[in-house]
């Protein structure tokens, strides 16, 4: 059974074709820049040289036509038709409070999903034209919606909901949602395997472009930092994270801004890029300081001390802590930040080999902390097309 899976963002497009048989990617891709000048479609066959296009692309529908010519053609493809293609899973940013798990897409849930846009604004048009444009494209062919949000919906309400007036929540659905689903989920499982055991206390540190953190008992989510959006919690690439909302008012005063610049200031120009003013990626922002630029430091300094925040807060709201995790780009990649997290948990019962932590190999599970560590540390690089993939098989 061959299975899709196809990630869209605002403007953006990324792919996997997944052999389940062994779980085994067969092709990978991503376009970019969809509805500007030229778009740029970069599609790897496993094995093989990356093959890239220039294309101008009005919308996604168009980037999926192109998609589905380069999955079948006589020098890049991996299928002689699309008809090998058994069902797509579509990861969907916002399930509201409709769904806890992924779902068949059926004309019902597909209104459910259009209802839902104003949660994610940018994301969930671009979602539902995916999953309308394949419909079009494999008209017989079943398509799941794996959710962003679903892993975190077993959150306690005392632990979703904000403190304001009760109705507003009840009208509009406002409370926290959680993202970055489909990796927490992951790593979540691939920690249970190495604790050998699924009754245990886990904190999950998903550290990438957009960052996370997750608590987690028994497997299942009591807490995560990102809220209604992916804007609150840590601090990120281009996002400020926590902020007190009063500054919104403030900061709009003093630089004329309506509330629509102002946050475009929050998700685009702030985090690691508005402290630095250098760049939103981890690996330059660490060169600069590195070389001396003393904000890309601060950069370093305030990214650590906020991931600790959070894990000192998470193992209090879990009462205990037997395991971290870190995954995503960041965690997977950056010795040095986790070296600045971790230095400063001794208190917490965190002991680390720092070998197996400046050293650790890349794409595999690997536990850094020492045989008598209280606290279990563990690097896992995620894998959220695969859960896509796996959670689409199960439902058909
Ligand atoms: P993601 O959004 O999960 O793809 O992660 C992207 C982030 O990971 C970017 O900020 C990259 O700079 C960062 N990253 C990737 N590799 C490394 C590395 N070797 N060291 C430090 N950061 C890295």
Same mark, same amino acid.
């Given at each position: 059974m061959k299975i899709l899976v196809v990630n869209a963002g605002s403007s953006s497009l990324k792919y996997q074709l997944i052999d389940?048989?062994?779980?085994?990617?067969?092709c990978s891709g991503g376009v970019d820049?969809?509805?500007?000048?030229t778009s740029t479609i970069e599609h790897k066959v496993s094995g093989k040289e990356e093959h890239t296009e220039k294309h101008h692309f009005e919308n996604h529908t168009e980037a999926l036509k192109i998609v589905f010519g380069l999955l079948t053609?006589?020098?890049?493809? *991996? *299928?002689?038709?699309?008809?090998?293609?058994?069902a797509v899973g579509h990861r969907v940013l916002h399930s509201g409070e409709d769904f806890d798990r992924s779902i068949l897409i059926t004309p019902e849930n597909l209104a459910i999903l259009k209802k839902n846009i104003?949660?994610?604004p940018l994301h969930m048009p671009a979602n539902i034209a995916c999953v309308e444009s394949c419909q079009s494209l494999l008209p017989n062919v079943p398509m799941v919606a794996v959710f962003d949000t679903a892993f975190h919906m077993t959150m306690p309400k005392h632990a979703y909901?904000?403190?304001?007036?009760y109705e507003d929540y009840e009208e509009f659905k406002v409370r926290r949602y959680g993202f970055h689903g489909t990796s927490h989920k992951y790593v979540t499982g691939e920690a249970i395997k190495m604790m050998g055991t699924s009754n245990c206390k886990i904190i999950n540190c998903h550290l990438g472009n957009g960052s996370s953190i997750s608590a987690v008992k028994d497997g299942k989510?009591?807490?995560?930092?990102?809220?209604?959006?992916?804007?609150?919690?840590l601090m990120m690439g281009t996002r400020s994270g926590d902020?007190?909302?009063a500054c919104l008012e403030f900061l709009m005063d003093k630089k004329g801004m309506d509330i629509h610049q102002m946050l475009n200031y929050l998700n685009k120009k702030s985090g690691f890029l508005g402290i630095?003013? *250098?760049?939103?990626d981890a690996r330059a922002v660490t060169k600069a300081a590195e070389e001396g630029n003393e904000r890309a430091q601060l950069v370093l300094e305030m990214t650590t001390y906020r991931i600790r925040k959070y894990i000192g807060a998470y193992a209090a709201a879990l009462q205990g802590v037997d395991c971290i995790v870190f995954t995503g780009g960041i965690g997977e990649n950056s010795f040095d930040t986790r070296r600045r997290v971790l230095?400063?948990?001794?208190?917490?019962g965190v002991k680390i080999d720092w070998d197996k932590n400046n050293n650790c190999p890349r794409r595999k599970n690997v536990e850094?902390?020492?045989?008598?560590?209280k606290v279990k540390v563990f690097v896992i690089p995620t894998n959220e097309e695969l859960v896509i993939a796996r959670e689409t098989k199960d439902l058909i």
């Open positions: 389940m048989e062994d779980e085994k990617c067969l820049c969809i509805g500007q000048q053609d006589a020098n890049f493809g *991996v *299928v002689k038709s699309i008809d090998e293609i058994s104003p949660l994610g909901m904000y403190a304001i007036p989510c009591q807490d995560t930092s990102m809220g209604l959006t992916p804007l609150e919690g902020i007190d909302p630095s003013g *250098v760049s939103s230095e400063k948990l001794e208190w917490l850094i902390s020492t045989p008598d560590s």
